[in-house]
């Protein structure tokens, strides 16, 4: 499993979830080409939400339900496509 921070006692903690792509090698369990670049907590639908980059792709979500412990993946401008979406800068500024 994986460690996470924990903001209200300030320490980093192990999380009962695993990484979106466990049998990937370190560093790439957690995505993309240059991992998760940003991510925010979404307190109404306890998600974890994740901004990466999928070199197969282009600009992905990667939210993590936190009660269930499991990863989703959503293609930005997959549907309807959007070239400027799908190609919006992430890690690769």
């Known amino acids: 499993m994986g460690s996470g921070f924990e903001l209200g006692s300030n320490t980093w903690n192990q999380v009962p979830w695993a990484p979106p792509h466990p049998d990937n ?3 790439n369990q957690y995505w993309g080409d240059l991992g998760m670049a940003y991510g925010v907590y979404h307190p109404v639908s306890d998600q974890a939400i ?3 980059w999928d070199g197969d792709w282009g600009s992905a979500l990667v939210p993590l339900s936190v ?7 959503v293609l930005i401008g997959f ?3 959007d070239d ?3 190609n919006a800068a992430s890690a690769r500024m």
């Open 84 to 86: 400027e979406l799908r």
């Open 67 to 73: 009660a269930s412990g499991t990863w989703n993946t």
């Open 25 to 27: 090698p370190l560093p």
């Open 79 to 81: 549907s309807p496509y």
């Open 50 to 52: 994740g901004y990466t």
